[in-house]
Structure formats: structure tokens, C-alpha cells
């Protein structure tokens, strides 16, 4: 069974821009998370998706958003790309319809804003 | 939000040795996970635990899901050089699931 897969790797913004990351989750899971991992703050979440619909928030400001489709894959976009913005983001799928519930990571999307 | 603490921060050791490292809450949590994060790369999961008490092994890797629901160690037993990298744990907190809070992460170094 394939995993997680994250397009694109690597990418190179300027402040401002916006940009949009995907995520294919592992086939059967139907739920999405997506991290930002930076070496200060380390792993923090941002929001996890289930059926098309945002089921958990993190802290994160409105600029972080996201979606997810019929066939689970998910979108996350970034407007306005601030300096601080530079991090690996990370999403992890899952069944998410059991209450004890295993994520499996993608590769992450490594994002530099200049 | 809730924190884990995870210890040691970093931890260097012979090829051979053994190491243990643990994560420590304030809350109870439903689901511990042990994670290795290559550079550049995501966190590989290692071991999960669903139960408290519950012991699970993975090759020379084990875990166990402190009775306290609050607390879970991870111990690598005969290290090689391949252990190198960040261990993180991660758990779902009782009432917040399929969210995950991570520990800042142990990084090992493995001297051959």
C-alpha cells in the first residue's frame, strides 16, 4: 500500500506570495492532518480534515487554511507569506473513525520564504 | 496548549549501548506514539500504544503506556549507527482526538 505522498518537496516563496501544498493520504484513510515543524517550536498542529469537513483547529492565524476533497486528498494554503512562515509542513493521514486513531506522516513540504 | 516533555534533549552514546527516553504530562492521554524523524524527511512511526500498561516491542525498540495514562518511555536496546536521528513522541489527549501534541523530540547520536 502506497503512503503519504506531498507535492510539491521543496519551495521557494517570497513574502506576500501565497502558495498551496497537496496531500494524498494513504488509500482507506479518510482523515488529514497537516503540522508546521520549525526548529523552534517544533511540531505544532494545524488542522485536521474528515469527510470534506475541518474537524480540528490548531493555532494557527486565518492565513493557514485548508480543504479536503471527496477522494480524501487535501489542500493547504498559506496567504500572505511572512519570513516566519519558512518551516517543513507536514500532513499525516489516518482511518479517523475510531476514537484511538494511528497518523502515518508524509515526506513534508519543505516551504522557504525569502 | 498542553505540553509533553520529553527527555533527554539529546543523548550520545556507543554503538552497542542501550537508551531510554520518555515523555511526561500533566494530562491523561488516550494514545502514546513514538516517532523517528530523518533530516528531511517526515516522522516514521515506530510503536503505538492504545492501552494503559500496555507493553509493545518492535525489534529492539520498546514502549510502554504509563499506568497514569500521563507518561510513556521508549527504550532501544544494543544501539547501531542507523539509530541516529530525532525520537519523538506524540499522544492524543482524552477528549481531543485525532489531534495530535508532539514532544520537542530526543536527538541520538550513535558513535560507532
Known amino acids: 500500500k502506497a503512503g503519504v505522498t506531498q507535492t510539491p518537496r521543496y519551495l521557494i516563496k517570497t513574502r506576500g506570495q501565497q502558495v498551496t501544498l497537496s496531500c494524498s493520504p494513504i488509500s482507506g484513510h479518510r482523515s488529514v492532518s497537516w503540522y508546521q515543524q520549525t526548529p523552534g517550536q517544533g511540531l505544532q498542529f494545524l488542522f485536521e480534515y474528515f469527510s470534506e469537513t475541518q474537524r480540528n483547529k490548531g493555532n494557527f492565524p486565518g492565513r493557514f487554511s485548508g480543504r479536503q476533497f471527496s477522494n480524501s486528498r487535501s489542500e493547504m494554503n498559506v496567504s500572505t507569506l511572512e519570513l516566519g512562515d519558512s518551516a517543513l509542513y507536514l500532513c499525516a493521514s489516518s482511518l479517523g473513525d475510531r476514537g484511538a486513531d494511528t497518523q502515518y506522516f508524509g515526506p513534508g513540504t519543505r516551504l522557504t520564504v525569502l | 496548549g498542553q505540553q509533553l516533555n520529553q527527555s533527554p534533549q539529546s543523548m550520545f552514546i556507543q554503538e552497542g549501548e542501550d537508551v531510554s527516553m520518555n515523555c511526561t504530562s500533566s494530562?491523561?492521554?488516550?494514545?502514546w506514539l513514538w516517532y523517528k524523524q530523518d533530516p528531511g524527511e517526515g516522522p516514521v512511526l515506530l510503536i503505538a500504544?492504545?492501552?494503559?500498561?500496555e507493553l509493545t516491542s518492535n525489534g529492539r525498540l520498546t514502549a510502554q503506556f504509563g499506568i497514569t495514562r500521563k507518561d510513556s518511555f521508549l527504550n532501544i536496546s544494543a544501539s547501531i549507527p542507523s539509530d541516529v536521528g530525532i525520537y519523538f513522541c506524540?499522544?492524543?489527549?482524552?477528549?481531543?482526538?485525532?489531534?495530535?501534541?508532539f514532544g520537542k523530540g530526543t536527538l541520538l547520536t550513535v558513535n560507532p
Open positions: 494530562s491523561i492521554f488516550n494514545t
Open positions: 500504544l492504545y492501552k494503559a500498561g
Open positions: 506524540a499522544g492524543q489527549l482524552k477528549g481531543s482526538n485525532y489531534k495530535l501534541t
